[in-house]
């Protein structure tokens, strides 16, 4: 639960891996986070759909307070997580490419401005190296640029937070209570609210 940003695409085969890890690399300096470098070249021929979900190629950053934004991809060039390859990548389900090329990236604790520079950044970097590049914004920003309807979006979901929180402290556990038991009275009295 909170604000996210869904994304999925694929790098372009025109473009440099190197030239957009570089670039994400300079613009992770300038703001002090973090990042962690993968395979910085793709295989010319990757042997089999093993080698395919075995290593990820890119660059992820951690803004604080938020979830890590990968511009990671496997040896297709699809975009895939680190925890969708942990959680999807051997996996013979058939939804499991469905899943496996899924990223998010939660910002709802990192704030509005951590939240629009992540969107502008990944604006850049889908512009100039990737194709077929979607974004589900829950904060609309993306596909609106208005930062008042951010600033909105963002302060339901404060709101939200707040009652939940306040349900949790003012309503303790009871004795011999499941917890299924007690999350279901929580969201009974939320509801009222």
């Known amino acids: 639960m909170g604000l996210t940003i869904h994304y999925s695409g694929i790098f372009r085969d025109d473009a440099s891996l190197i030239e957009m890890i570089d670039e994400v690399k300079d613009i992770t300096q300038i703001y002090d986070w973090k990042y962690t470098v993968f395979n910085e ?50 996996s013979t389900e058939e939804k499991a490419d469905e899943y496996l090329y899924m990223l998010s990236t939660k910002t ?32 609309k920003y993306w596909e609106s640029g208005d930062e008042k309807l951010l600033r909105e979006i963002f302060s339901k979901y404060e709101a939200a937070f707040d009652i939940f929180e306040n349900a949790l402290q003012n309503n303790p556990i009871r004795e011999n209570e499941t917890f299924e038991e007690y999350f279901n009275r929580l969201i009974r009295r939320i509801g009222r609210k």
């Not at 496997?74 to 895939?80: A, G, T």
């Not at 939240?115 to 974004?135: A, D, E």
């Open 108 to 139: 709802q604790f990192a704030g509005i401005e951590t939240h629009k520079l992540i969107i502008h950044i990944l604006k850049h970097i889908s512009n100039k190296y990737l194709t077929s590049f979607t974004v589900l914004d829950e904060g």
């Open 41 to 90: 070249q793709f295989p010319v021929n990757p042997d089999s759909k093993e080698h395919l979900k075995n290593e990820l190629y890119g660059v992820l950053f951690s803004p604080p307070s938020s979830e890590q934004v990968h511009l990671t991809f496997l040896s297709d060039k699809r975009m895939c997580s680190i925890i969708g390859l942990m959680a999807w990548g051997s």
